[in-house]
């Protein structure tokens, strides 16, 4: 089954930077809009942004809005999400996900999905 | 913001039918999509749309509306079956994606 391979994480210091990568083997990225998805310990889901195909058009989560910023290399076929003045509560396992598309009609849905990369923030 | 209000748990014998229900106010005029996310795996998309199912989800698994609340069923349940599920939606104007809380099925 396809998935995405996501990789960046690690150990941080609160305040300090971190920057993620989804990488997509056998997926060419540039046709769908792409997710950032976290799940904080013991807790559910929680999306954090999006970006459109043509990487135009970008959508935060309350919670990482002014930190956080997606973006998208589709020469590379790469997906980024660069983690500024992170905090305790950015503790989380961090998804990347493609977006749901089915004969060109693409919905709200996410289909592929990596298995995570684990960012702890912490001093 | 939105939210979205599922069980936390949901309890089945094998064979029996697990069904798990998730409301919120974007419902009505939104798509609800759910998840099934078991402990170090990937998620998967198990019903797009309310009631579609992807190519190599299992029958057994369906999805209804009804106003305010989506429903998840998945008519004899399996004990691989056992996981988390979330349903998931967007505001009306589809720039802010939110998660329900989660329900945990629990195959006895």
């Known amino acids: 089954q396809v998935q995405l391979v996501e990789s960046g994480g690690g150990v941080v210091q609160p305040g300090r930077s971190l920057r993620l990568s989804c990488a997509a083997p056998?997926?060419?990225?540039?046709?769908?809009?792409m997710h950032w998805v976290r799940q904080a310990p013991g807790k559910g889901l929680e999306w954090v942004a999006v970006?459109?195909?043509?990487?135009?058009?970008?959508y935060y989560g309350d919670s990482v809005k002014g930190r956080f910023t997606i973006s998208r290399d589709n020469s590379k076929n790469t997906l980024h999400l660069q983690m500024n003045s992170l905090r305790a509560d950015d503790t989380a396992v961090y998804f990347c996900?493609?977006?749901?598309?089915?004969?060109?009609?693409?919905?709200?849905?996410?289909?592929?999905w990596g298995k995570g990369t684990i960012v702890t923030v912490s001093s | 913001s939105y939210e979205l209000t599922q069980p936390p748990s949901v309890s089945v014998s094998p064979g029996q039918t697990a069904t798990i229900t998730c409301s919120g106010d974007p419902l009505p005029n939104q798509f609800a999509y759910w998840y099934q996310l078991r402990a170090g795996q990937a998620p998967i998309l198990v019903i797009y749309k309310d009631t579609e199912r992807p190519s190599g989800i299992p029958e057994r698994f369906s999805g209804s509306s009804s106003v305010t609340t989506v429903t998840l069923t998945i008519t004899g349940v399996q004990a691989e079956d056992e996981a988390d599920y979330y349903c998931q939606t967007t505001d009306i104007s589809g720039t802010y994606w939110v998660f329900g809380g989660g329900t945990k099925l629990t195959v006895l």
């Open positions: 970006i459109s195909d043509d990487g135009t058009k970008k």
């Open positions: 056998g997926i060419i990225l540039r046709n769908y809009g």
């Open positions: 996900a493609k977006g749901h598309c089915l004969n060109s009609n693409c919905d709200f849905g996410m289909d592929v």
